[in-house]
């Protein structure tokens, strides 16, 4: 059986040209993705992009339309048990019994899991550490709060320490405090297991996640790690606030400024030239010149803005085609 | 064996629903009630030596126990699966290393375990008359037997419809209806010679009455068994294809 140790020879999760079709609509195209080990890959998308039916397949839940699944070198749905064995997996809704106590759900999982009966205790136990489920052992599900039943799940999904861990949407409907404890678990999961996590939370991502891939519509529209991303972040503007601001010509004038506009009386927003960096010699200007510098702040270009540029990108192009 | 340890959670689960314990309490108290009368029937009027105590006492008591469990099983059967589809546990079965056909055996046996505990509290009743007086114990064995599986057929059929809906009442409600037609089935023959036999056959009813008069006949034995492997097999490949469709 292939081991977590061999990483270099076989990503965690190969999938491979995935399509998944619910009727005649198509929930999933063409999707292909991998993930390493030590990697956190965050599948990125707008409601009803297909980040639910992929995770729903990469799972063992679904069954696809076509495409090939690889979990740690073995096909899931040739050996679905050996495959899902390698695999916990958080659904959107946690799959709790309301009845159970924390621990006996816990120890029902780890049976279902084939731990044998000696390590099971052992798990439950460092799987509620790891969640900040100490305390609860003994109490009721369905007693607890909707963060602590989805600490729960996320508990339920690496109780037997499996190479892959699926989370989808870990942190809906959590509190700041909990979704900033629950981004902390899931960057800890991340150094030893693979993580792949959907969200359309766009923070999210830029808090976690390594890698990004971004579904529209069923398909990939952006793949790329996090630097990449980064880089469509470039800067666009700089807001320039002086206590007395230059004539706005004057502005203008400074190499790498492609064009400025005046705010009110104390700010001007200058756009910059694309690979242009002026900022230091603004300043330099201002402290010559005496303007009276208060501020100088680049505006980056949002990550919504990177997101809604490629998502909009892919309906034009798709229209595009559907016209042709 | 996975079936066996999620049978044993489902047996527990059941037990932790207040829903079993005032089943159990509720058809236990009937059946008390009716003992009490049967007995008292007899000891007005003491058998002559055709008809014993056994025939009497047990042999009424499981004839109306199996009218009972018609409208209790679908009860207990509802939750099996529509519970678990409809609050989204049934993904953590589903994403397990376990088949399929675990699961279906697991549920079935789960619900098989009360219903044996409320078959063997039914069957203790005649059998306390033992301290008094000489009892046919083939003919209360053959009668045990029998109502467990026809208890075993009313659960399959029962679980078979709780994987159909997501709505518990529904599955209740729907395997009511299946397990009453099959009950009355055989009265739709009348007159007509060939489908009275086939439709007899297919009665529930006819081969639980054939077990409780005594006659340990292998066909009647098959017939439940096969009536619940069919339904649970029908489970199984409904579980398979709502994967495939959901």
């Known amino acids: ?324 | 064996m996975m079936a066996f340890t999620i049978a044993w959670r489902e047996l527990r689960n059941l037990f932790l629903s207040p829903l079993a314990w005032v089943l159990l309490f509720a058809v236990q108290l009937i059946h008390g009630w009716l003992f009490a009368v049967y007995v008292e029937g007899v000891l007005a009027a003491p058998p002559n030596g055709v008809t014993g105590v056994t025939d009497l006492v047990a042999g009424n008591l499981f004839g109306v126990a199996s009218f009972l469990m018609l409208l209790v099983v679908p009860l207990l059967s509802m939750r099996l699966f529509s519970e678990e589809r409809r609050n989204g546990s049934l993904t953590l079965l589903l994403s397990a290393p376990v088949r399929v056909s675990e699961i279906v055996l697991g549920k079935y046996l789960g619900l098989m375990g009360l219903l044996a505990l409320m078959v063997a509290l039914l069957t203790a009743m005649p059998l306390s008359l033992a301290a008094g007086t000489q009892l046919d114990y083939g003919k209360l064995a053959a009668e045990g037997l029998g109502l467990l599986l026809l208890l075993s057929a009313f659960a399959a059929a029962g679980l078979f419809m709780s994987t159909l809906t997501r709505q518990p009442v529904v599955a209740a409600i729907a395997s009511f209806g299946l397990l009453m037609f099959l009950w009355v089935i055989s009265s739709l023959g009348r007159g007509n010679l060939h489908l009275s036999s086939g439709l007899h056959y297919l009665s529930l009813l006819d081969h639980y009455f054939s077990l409780l008069r005594g006659t340990f006949d292998s066909a009647d034995v098959i017939f439940y068994l096969l009536f619940s492997i069919v339904f649970l097999s029908l489970s199984m490949w409904r579980l398979d294809s709502a994967r495939l469709q959901a």
């Open chain 1, 1 to 324: 059986m292939p081991t977590g140790t061999l990483t270099n020879a076989a990503p965690l999760i190969k999938v491979e040209n995935l399509y998944r079709y619910y009727g005649q609509r198509a929930a999933v195209q063409d999707l292909s993705l991998t993930l390493a080990k030590g990697e956190i890959l965050g599948l990125l998308g707008p409601n009803g992009a297909g980040k639910t039916s992929t995770l729903q397949m990469l799972s063992g839940n679904l069954a696809p339309s076509a495409g090939r699944i690889l979990i740690d070198g073995v096909d899931l749905l040739d050996e679905p048990l050996a495959a899902k064995a390698a695999i916990g997996y958080l659904p959107e809704i946690p799959p709790l019994y309301p009845d159970l106590t924390v621990d006996e759900y816990l120890l029902y999982c780890a049976a279902l899991h084939r731990l044998p009966a000696t390590k099971r205790r052992g798990a439950c136990d460092s799987a509620r550490e790891r969640c900040g489920l100490k305390d609860v052992g003994r109490r009721i599900i369905g007693n607890l709060s909707k963060g602590y039943q989805q600490r729960v799940g996320i508990a339920q999904a690496i109780l037997h320490s499996p190479a892959v861990v699926i989370l989808d949407e870990p942190t809906v409907g959590l509190d700041p405090i909990q979704i900033r404890e629950v981004r902390a678990l899931i960057s800890e999961l991340g150094k030893e297991h693979g993580v792949i996590l959907s969200t359309h939370i766009l923070p999210e991502v830029q808090a976690v996640c390594s890698r990004v891939q971004i579904v529209h519509r069923g398909r990939t529209v952006f793949s790329d790690s996090l630097a990449g991303l980064a880089e469509r972040m470039e800067i666009l503007s700089v807001v320039l606030e002086c206590r007395q601001l230059p004539p706005i010509k004057d502005l203008r004038a400074i190499e790498g400024v492609q064009s400025a506009e005046k705010l009110d009386n104390r700010r001007a927003r200058l756009r910059l030239a694309p690979d242009a960096d002026p900022v230091e010699a603004i300043a330099t200007l201002a402290v010559k010149n005496k303007w009276g510098l208060r501020g100088l702040t680049p505006e980056y270009k949002s990550l919504e803005q990177v997101f809604v540029d490629i998502t909009t990108a892919d309906d034009a192009q798709s229209d595009v085609e559907s016209a042709a």
